[in-house]
């Protein structure tokens, strides 16, 4: 079996990749973070963001790519409406990187290009009309197109956690739904699934269409090299008519830009956070696994555990744990090192809270503001959840206990909040 991924992520830069409109504040209001540049509009002139090169060569690096010394763009012509200039500005030869992998437990999934590019504008469809809001377009995207050496689900479900991880240490927000296509062949022929958003619906694709494929090869029937796409309700791949292939593309020179050297771009090493893990587990012999869920998506904890001695170290883990099951996120290294000398074992969050000297401050304001917007995050990354949301009792008692389980909050205060979030959502 052989699996490959084009995975798209937006850059963390404070502008767009072409133009000086912010790329990701103040979105809320359609076509307000708009210039000439971004709409695509004549006459108009791209200039590239630096910052966005420079991401994209730390990326690549973290990857382990060679990366271009000279890195340029090409026009990628189609006709669709969420690119109004007619084409999209995007590289092939001159990709920042190439050649690159991840390491995989000693196993190398090979990164054949990350490539920077525009993200076009968001189509809204509606019953019988469709919107459009071009705030979205002109935001840097990274595109990471892996070889196909990605040989079963649970190598793809490791790679997409190594890779998201890479990717949060490079300033990444992976919170933000990955856009993947998929391209799986059982046999010798290639399906591509187009369009995936958001890692749980990947794997589900990839499970479905992986089903699909062997119970055809059981039948003695053969598979139609095609592009299918994802149906989130049903949770299927289906058969999609395909605008283009790649090579129908045009595929041209972009005269409005240049050539762009990375020789005075140093990146620095990157952190592979898998790596960090398996060197605190031999140095302080505990559980990688337990490490890895602490480590891969955050750097605070990393930092505390390669600040804490062998002696202390099974206490610090610990004590990142309560921290987390209290509901305490905002404490300094300070206080932690100073809560690393008492004896926490068995102590409950007022004794906690006293012991960090901070019990009238947390029962005084609950910050109800940080809490919604933890259903928010929730709840809008588990859309059958949302789906069930109000009509089903079980999803809000459900989440009831998640809230109570992280934050000092009654279950009514707790309830009322989660039913105004999920009245938000359904009303987007
Ligand atoms: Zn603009």
Not at 312 to 336: M, N, T
């Amino acid at each position: 079996m052989k699996i490959g991924l084009e995975v798209h992520v937006a850059l963390p830069t404070k502008t767009k990749l072409f133009c000086s409109d912010l790329a990701y504040e103040n979105q809320e209001e359609p076509n307000s973070n708009v210039c000439p540049v971004c709409l695509g509009l004549p006459g108009s002139k791209p200039v590239l963001n630096e910052t966005a090169l420079e991401i994209s060569t730390s990326i690549a690096n973290a990857l382990n790519c060679k990366i271009s010394e000279n890195t340029w763009f090409v026009r990628k012509v189609y006709f669709y409406p969420d690119l109004p200039k007619g084409y999209q500005i995007t590289q092939l030869d001159g990709a920042i990187g190439i050649d690159g992998y991840v390491d995989l437990n000693g196993k190398k999934i090979g990164i054949r290009r990350v490539q920077i590019e525009e993200d076009p504008a968001r189509i809204i469809r509606e019953k019988d009309y469709s919107l459009l809001d071009f705030n979205r377009s002109g935001v840097p995207l990274n595109e990471i197109v892996t070889e196909p050496d990605i040989s079963n689900l649970e190598e793809l479900k490791d790679f997409v956690e190594e890779l998201r991880s890479i990717l949060y240490y490079q300033g990444v927000n992976v919170n933000q739904e990955l856009k993947t296509d998929l391209n799986i062949s059982l046999a010798e022929t290639r399906v591509e699934i187009k369009n995936v958003t958001g890692v749980r619906n990947l794997i589900s694709a990839a499970e479905y269409e992986i089903k699909r494929q062997s119970a055809m090869i059981k039948e003695g029937k053969s598979i139609k090299a095609e592009t299918r796409s994802y149906k989130e309700d049903t949770e299927e791949t289906v058969s999609s008519r395909e605008k283009e292939t790649e090579e129908e593309y045009g595929f041209t020179f972009e005269p409005d830009l240049t050539f762009y050297s990375t020789k005075e771009i140093k990146p620095q090493n990157p952190v592979i956070a898998s790596k960090v893990a398996k060197g605190l587990a031999d140095k302080n012999q505990y559980s990688e696994k337990t490490i890895k869920e602490l480590i891969m998506f955050n750097k605070r904890n990393m930092s505390l555990l390669l600040g804490v001695n062998k002696e202390d170290f099974r206490k610090a883990v610990s004590l990142i744990e309560k921290f987390a099951a209290f509901g305490i996120e905002d404490y300094s290294s300070g206080e932690f090192n100073s809560m690393l000398k008492n004896d926490i074992t068995s102590v409950e969050r007022p004794a906690f809270m006293s012991l960090l000297g901070r019990e009238k401050a947390a029962e005084a304001n609950i910050d109800k503001g940080e809490i919604e917007k933890w259903i928010r995050y929730v709840l809008s990354s588990d859309k059958n959840l949302l789906d069930r949301g109000l009509t089903d009792p079980k999803v809000i008692g459900f989440m009831i206990g998640q809230v109570k389980e992280k934050y000092q909050i009654n279950g009514k205060d707790a309830a009322d909040l989660i039913k105004k979030v999920i009245k938000d959502l359904q009303n987007k």
